[in-house]
């Protein structure tokens, strides 16, 4: 099984950037999609961005395009995220998780971390 576990989280300002990690362990992550996902409160999952095994297939949600960017790194078994322009609607709590599958939707990722909260002021 896939532990999952995101740092990198905090409080900030608009226009901010903050940069998430996801460090993987319990076996190799290298031939998992790996997605970024985030609930606000009292809201369902959102999709932010995913990453296919080999680096491609990146894709990212419409509010956060342009402004946000997902790597990885299969010899440290780490996804992170980019977070540029931070804006008050991303606060969240981001949470990396893992497909066997490509897909961008919840339903397509088995192992979820615990997640990061992120908060955006105005």
């Known amino acids: 099984q896939l532990q999952l576990v995101e740092s990198g989280g905090g409080s900030v300002e608009a226009g901010a950037s903050l940069r998430l990690s996801c460090a993987a362990s319990?076996?190799?992550?290298?031939?998992?999609?790996m997605g970024w996902f985030r609930q606000a409160p009292g809201k369902e999952h959102e999709f932010v961005a995913v990453?296919?095994?080999?680096?491609?297939?990146?894709s990212y949600g419409d509010p956060v395009k342009g402004r946000f960017t997902i790597s990885r790194d299969n010899t440290k078994n780490t996804l992170n995220l980019q977070m540029n322009s931070l804006k008050p609607e991303d606060t969240a709590i981001y949470s990396c998780?893992?497909?066997?599958?490509?897909?961008?939707?919840?339903?397509?990722?088995?192992?979820w971390g615990q997640g990061t909260q992120v908060t955006v002021s105005s």
């Open positions: 998780a893992a497909a066997r599958y490509y897909g961008t939707g919840v339903n397509d990722f088995a192992d």
């Open positions: 319990g076996r190799t992550f290298s031939r998992d999609t």
């Open positions: 990453i296919r095994w080999d680096g491609t297939g990146i």
